[in-house]
């Protein structure tokens, strides 16, 4: 429950920073001091491999903090039970007194779960949302397509998908 609190708080942080960027300069121009001339420098320079630079660089830090602030042994061992359960439930799928057993024992599971992998959330969330707001004011300036056809979003998010896939598999990340 601790971490669902504090990840409460820094979600309607995050949501203040969003609904606010425009309204308040002192959250906005810090942001723009300090991106305009190096990833903006960075996308001035090519579009096409800035992108594939920062998302790389961000899911590299995203998985970091995660393999860092979440315990990857007991992550791993839930994971392992929770696998072993799915298996049984697909046994008894027919037996309603033991499928509902299985069933109860695989939602115990979850709290601890969301418990150990909310909390690098709570690290990451603002940070990618002032890079959300920068890259949406930037590319509202430069409306230019990544790869030739690619809004700024969906180049994002695949290659963020990619790069994190890679990073998951490479620094053996839960």
Request: charged fraction near 20%.
């Amino acid at each position: 429950m601790k971490s669902t609190n504090k990840l409460l708080i820094v979600m309607a942080l995050s949501l203040a920073i969003a609904f606010y960027w425009d309204k308040l300069a002192f959250i906005k121009n810090p942001i723009h001091a300090a991106f305009d001339p190096s990833i903006g420098a960075l996308l001035n320079w090519n579009v096409d491999i800035g992108m594939v630079i920062i998302a790389a660089v961000i899911g590299l830090i995203i998985i970091l903090v995660q393999k860092y602030t979440t315990d990857q042994k007991t992550l791993r061992e839930i994971k392992k039970e929770q696998k072993l359960l799915q298996e049984e439930i697909k046994k008894y799928k027919n037996d309603q007194q033991k499928f509902l057993e299985l069933n109860k024992k695989q939602l115990e599971l979850w709290p601890k779960t969301m418990d150990i992998t909310l909390r690098p959330i709570v690290y990451t969330s603002v940070p990618i949302i002032l890079f959300f707001r920068w890259f949406n004011d930037y590319f509202a300036a430069n409306p230019v397509k990544i790869f030739g056809f690619l809004g700024w979003i969906w180049a994002y998010l695949i290659l963020s998908i990619i790069f994190t896939s890679i990073f998951r598999k490479v620094f053996n990340v839960a």
